[in-house]
Each structure stands twice: as structure tokens, then as C-alpha cells.
């Protein structure tokens, strides 16, 4: 599966931003796809993911502030992020897992200023 990422920028503290990720294939057939983030310096952690049940996961950190969803029609993942704080400021990857493989996009950059 190819995954391509698109949606990071910069954004002032407490505003949004939409990260969108397209897959190369229907992605109702991809088991979990979702996102991860390395902010600088740490390493790359969870930020949420989805099935393609509709179950949904989010580290605490980002709960009731970001929203994870799938396009079945656009074959997309799409992450609302909302209230953001400079401490969202990472490189966020889109991933997924079909069968045995697991992908990962190219990064975006977001950057969250205080």
C-alpha cells in the first residue's frame, strides 16, 4: 500500500488543522489505518488510529481534541486536529495495516506556535 500525506503547516496555539491521508488501494480491505507523530528530539509515538469496522483508538494526549475518520469513496484517512498546543508541533506519518504489511506514508510537518 502506498500512503501519501497531505495537510500540515503552521497554525497558532488553540486553531486547526487537517491532515489527509490517500491510500493506493480500497481501503476497505486495510484492517487499521491511522497516524503517528515524532515530535523533535523523541521518538515517533501514536496518535490515533482507525479500523475498517469503525473502531477508533487516540493516545490520551489528543482525546476530544483530534478526530480520526475514514473516506471509503476517496480512499483517505483523515485526521481533524482542534485546539492545538505547541506540544503538537511533529512530523505526523500516515500509517497502515493490510494483511502482513504495514506501510507508512512520507511525513508532514506541523507546527503548532505559541
Known amino acids: 500500500v502506498q500512503l501519501q500525506a497531505s495537510g500540515g503547516g503552521l497554525v497558532q496555539a488553540g486553531g486547526s488543522l487537517r491532515l489527509s491521508c490517500a491510500a493506493s488501494?480500497?481501503?476497505?480491505?486495510?484492517?487499521?489505518m491511522g497516524w503517528y507523530r515524532q515530535p523533535p528530539g523523541k521518538q515517533r509515538e501514536l496518535v490515533a488510529t482507525v479500523t475498517n469496522l469503525g473502531d477508533t483508538n487516540y493516545a490520551d494526549s489528543v482525546k476530544g481534541r483530534f478526530t480520526i475518520s475514514r473516506d471509503n469513496d476517496k480512499n483517505t484517512v483523515n485526521l481533524q486536529m482542534n485546539s492545538l498546543k505547541p506540544e503538537d508541533t511533529a512530523v505526523f506519518y500516515c500509517w497502515s495495516r493490510y494483511l502482513l504489511w504495514v506501510s507508512w506514508g512520507q511525513g508532514t510537518l506541523v507546527t503548532v506556535s505559541s
Open positions: 488501494m480500497n481501503i476497505t480491505s486495510i484492517a487499521n
